[in-house]
């Protein structure tokens, strides 16, 4: 199971919510969920199919919330429809990665499963030229 770093806050919200509020419903957005529309071509690694497979090896992608955000307001500013929207975005935070969205749905990203994008980055983190 792949966990973000968002989601430890996101699950203790939650339950102090349905704690309060027991009759509630309560429903998730996971950011990779954006991300579900990569081809199967692009979010397979060029390792051997069957090992992939069985340790559910594949591009998930993260900051979906962010692109989706995104993928809107420029559409909105090119006063166009999402789905005629075709970008290259940019997500820069706690971590950072590239988006290539085509037809407002996520084609590629560089927000793979690893240790050292996953996290923040620190100044002790970055190779000074």
Not at 9 to 31: C, H, Q, T, W
Not at 52 to 79: E, Q
Not at 100 to 113: E, F, N, P
């Amino acid at each position: 199971m792949i966990i973000s770093s968002h989601n430890t806050v996101g699950l203790r919200i939650v339950r102090a919510v349905s704690k309060e509020l027991p009759k509630a419903v309560n429903m998730a957005y996971f950011d990779s969920s954006f991300h579900a529309t990569i081809p199967e071509h692009i979010k397979t690694y060029p390792i051997d199919p069957e090992i992939a497979k069985k340790n559910k090896l594949r591009k998930y992608g993260f900051h979906g919330i962010s692109y989706a955000f995104i993928t809107k307001a420029v559409a909105d500013h090119l006063g166009k429809d999402a789905k005629d929207t075709n970008i290259i975005a940019l997500h820069l935070g706690s971590g950072a990665s590239a988006c290539a969205i085509k037809g407002g749905k996520s084609l590629d990203t560089s927000y793979v499963i690893s240790k050292r994008i996953a996290k923040s980055l620190t100044l002790t983190d970055i190779e000074w030229a």
